[in-house]
């Protein structure tokens, strides 16, 4: 079954099927946009006591899918000593970076170079670093947040493909997250550099940022913004600050730098997390 829904993937239209999903997501006609939410809301179960605002209250079916919890919904492990789970999801995979790669699946790694978007400078504060992949699935509230207290240094956009990002996919498809489509921001902290990765997927309509709004889809070209200029004001984001979001879902890759953190005893591939709790001891 996985090697067919593989092959379908390289076969369908990704960029196409993502901006008509795109146009979908974000209807305001009440005929398909309450269709599409109520249909959603009972196919995956989701939640809604913990949103801020009930069903039949958002202006689109994006609106509806990056709704906003209320407040207390994700209580903040203690940010001085731990590095705090970025987002509700599952953890795909998570160890050390061994030599500049960083393990994906069975027989599968990349490199953090080219998940970085060839920036091979950057990449090298990450060799024998950490990392960690969480997957963020339909059900899931999908605003990503800040793992640890940083100021914004840069943002690299990288143009890719589309392929799912769920585990199948992961165990069919090599170099996954490094092909997709995604936009790459480094912070400098407490832990040195800290990079959060938000890499797009299938019909995910687009990615957004609290600095800089949505970040134009299915480009062709690689752009890096720099934030650090001197005589720039800051971005500066607390742990547990909401620093970006997903229209439709996917996949965010935290690395950090060597002898930086160690991650919390029973944590694994398959541990379900939520946004804001402990990930990671600081060391």
Do not use: C
């Given at each position: 079954m996985s090697k067919p829904f593989v092959w379908l993937q390289h076969a369908?239209?990704?960029?196409?099927?993502?901006?008509?999903?795109?146009?979908?997501?974000?209807?305001?006609?009440?005929?398909?946009?309450?269709?599409?939410?109520?249909?959603?809301?009972?196919?995956?179960g989701i939640d809604m006591s913990e949103a801020e605002r009930p069903l039949g209250s958002y202006d689109s079916f994006n609106d509806f899918f990056t709704r906003s919890l209320k407040p207390g919904a994700r209580p903040l492990a203690d940010a001085s000593q731990y590095v705090l789970s970025p987002a509700?999801?599952?953890?795909?995979?998570?160890?050390?970076?061994?030599?500049?790669?960083?393990?994906?699946?069975?027989?599968?790694?990349?490199?953090?170079?080219?998940?970085?978007?060839?920036d091979e400078q950057t990449a090298a504060r990450f060799t024998d670093g950490h990392f960690a992949t969480i997957y963020l699935?339909?059900?899931?509230?999908?605003?990503?947040?800040?793992?640890?207290?940083?100021?914004?240094?840069?943002?690299?956009?990288?143009?890719?493909?589309?392929?799912?990002?769920?585990a199948v996919t992961a165990e069919g498809v090599p170099r996954l997250f490094a092909r997709n489509e995604r936009l790459a921001c480094l912070f400098d902290s407490d832990l040195g550099q800290v990079a959060s990765v938000m890499v797009g997927a299938m019909i995910v309509a687009g990615i957004e940022t609290v600095w800089g709004g949505r970040v134009e889809p299915h480009g062709r070209k690689l752009t890096r913004s720099v934030y650090s200029r001197e005589g720039a004001a800051p971005h500066r984001y607390e742990a547990g600050?909401?620093?970006?979001?997903?229209?439709l879902g996917s996949t965010v890759v935290l690395l950090f730098e060597e002898n930086r953190i160690e991650f919390c005893e029973g944590l694994q591939a398959g541990s379900a997390v939520r946004m804001g709790q402990a990930l990671a001891h600081k060391l």
């Open positions: 369908l239209p990704q960029h196409a099927l993502s901006r008509l999903a795109g146009r979908f997501a974000g209807s305001r006609r009440p005929w398909l946009r309450d269709r599409m939410i109520a249909r959603f809301a009972a196919t995956y509700d999801g599952a953890v795909s995979q998570l160890g050390r970076i061994e030599e500049g790669r960083i393990f994906q699946a069975k027989g599968h790694s990349f490199t953090a170079t080219e998940l970085l978007g060839g699935s339909p059900r899931d509230y999908h605003w990503v947040h800040m793992p640890v207290s940083g100021t914004l240094l840069e943002t690299t956009y990288v143009p890719g493909e589309l392929f799912s990002v769920n600050e909401e620093m970006g979001r997903f229209l």
